[in-house]
């Protein structure tokens, strides 16, 4: 139960680029909340992804804008320099997650416990969990594996989501979340980049939509990564 209601909604981001600006602006407007996990020593550089048949920006938050920009919503790790962590020896793994943790820490100024594994398919394997959990500060990390379901994860170090915002199902899974009576708990979660929106994986019209439509239901406990997982 979250605050006495049985049902949750959250959402992560990776990537800490400039249309997150956007999308919190969204997210404000609808009372949601949302972690968005950094690369600290990517912070404030600018690039461009070839994306969708697309251009599209890929620009960093500067370091000296992320407690601003960020605020009111979590932050949380995403590796140093998003590398693929099962391929790294153990201290690279280290090195590379308790690093971030304390980078971004500093500059958010609260103590950094989250993350999202960084690189597409299979990121994370049982290894890198165990040296998560043994040797960094983080106390969960989520992957990329879509569960369409909204129950309960025992292995927080592993965290699978419940959909990729980019999928056709969305509204779909969005629809039979909001239908769930109140007889167990139910945490709905979603992830992906905001940068998708610009390259159209999904228009932020259709964001939007989805964001309105799960706002403002008196059922529903709206939060962070960190306070619906912990």
């Known amino acids: 139960m979250w605050n006495g209601k049985a049902k949750a909604v959250t959402f992560s981001f990776d990537d800490g680029v400039t249309q997150d600006i956007r999308l919190i602006e969204i997210f404000n407007k609808y009372g949601l909340k949302g972690t968005f996990n ?3 020593e990517f912070l404030g550089l600018e690039g461009t992804l070839d994306r969708n048949g697309r251009t599209v920006r890929h620009d960093k938050i500067p370091a ?8 009111g919503h979590e932050i949380a790790v995403h590796t140093l320099t998003h590398p693929f962590l099962p391929s790294c020896a153990d201290e690279e793994i280290i090195r590379q997650v308790e690093q971030d943790r304390i980078n971004l820490s500093n500059l958010c100024g609260y103590e950094v416990v989250g993350m999202a594994y960084p ?3 299979e990121n994370n394997d049982d290894r890198v969990a165990e040296i998560i959990r043994n040797d960094t500060g983080v106390k969960f990390a989520r992957g990329l594996t879509s569960t369409y379901k909204f129950d309960k994860q025992d292995n927080l170090l592993r965290f699978s989501p419940t959909v990729y915002y980019i999928e056709d199902r969305l509204e779909e899974i969005v629809e039979e979340f909001l239908a769930l009576d109140n007889s167990s708990p139910a945490l709905l979660y979603i992830w992906g980049h905001s940068y998708e929106m610009d390259a159209e994986y999904i228009s932020w019209e ?3 939509r989805v964001c309105k439509r799960l706002a403002f239901h008196d059922d529903i406990f709206y939060g962070t990564n960190k306070e619906v997982l912990l």
Do not use: T
Not at 64 to 71: A, P, T
């Open 64 to 71: 000296n804008k992320i407690k601003e920009v960020y605020n």
């Open 38 to 40: 950094l690369n600290s």
């Open 119 to 121: 690189c597409g398919g």
């Open 206 to 208: 259709r964001f939007e």
